[in-house]
Each structure stands twice: as structure tokens, then as C-alpha cells.
């Protein structure tokens, strides 16, 4: 059974920085497209960057320049790099993964709270 584990959230100040991590495992072979979403308090969950198996990266616009996605495929490991965090930031994080043959795993979530 695959299962994802999340790491990294925590208690920040506006404008620190915090490095999430989200390993899969369990017979994972293949992986796809990695990905980070969010959910604030009362707000839906919300796409938040995007790694291919390649490395190619997309990223909401709200992090753009702030935030960066990248990966280890040896050892299946999607990371967000979140740096000059500010409030609005906090939120639940979940990674998703993409196991091949296709199918969709999603993290258990790491709060991140932003707040002087």
C-alpha cells in the first residue's frame, strides 16, 4: 500500500522560510507528476505548484518567486521550498503523487502557520 509522509510544517514569522517534504513508499515502482496544494481555515483546497517527472515546474501565482518545487526521484521525495512567508501562506499543506500506473496519493497534511 502506497503512503505518503509529510514533513517540515511549523510555527514561522512573516518573511522566514520552512522546507516541506513529502516521501512515498511502499512498492512505489514509477512516479509521475509531484504536487503541493493548501487549504487555509473556511477556504477550499487550493493548487499550489506542480513538478513532472522531468522537472518541468509550474507554480500559482501568488508564490511565484517565493516558493520552489523540486524532487528526488531515488528516493521518490517531492520538496517545497517556501521562503519570504507571509500570513496569508498559512494554511494545511498536502502533497499529492502521481504512482504509475496512474493514481492519485495525497499526503496527510503539514500545518503552516505564518504569524508574528
Known amino acids: 500500500q502506497v503512503q505518503l509522509v509529510e514533513s517540515g510544517g511549523g510555527l514561522v514569522q512573516p518573511g522566514k522560510s520552512l522546507k516541506l517534504s513529502c516521501a512515498a513508499s511502499?512498492?512505489?515502482?514509477?512516479?509521475?507528476?509531484m504536487g503541493w496544494y493548501r487549504q487555509a481555515p473556511g477556504k477550499q483546497r487550493e493548487w499550489v505548484a506542480t513538478i513532472t517527472r522531468g522537472g518541468s515546474t509550474n507554480y500559482v501565482d501568488s508564490v511565484k518567486g517565493r516558493f520552489t518545487i523540486s524532487r528526488d526521484n531515488a528516493k521518490n521525495t517531492v520538496y517545497l521550498q517556501m521562503n519570504s512567508l507571509k500570513p496569508e501562506d498559512t494554511a494545511v499543506y498536502y502533497c499529492?503523487?502521481?504512482?504509475?500506473?496512474?493514481?492519485?496519493?495525497w499526503g496527510q497534511g503539514t500545518q503552516v502557520t505564518v504569524s508574528s
Open positions: 499529492k503523487v502521481q504512482v504509475i500506473p496512474p493514481r492519485d496519493y
Open positions: 511502499g512498492g512505489v515502482r514509477s512516479i509521475g507528476a
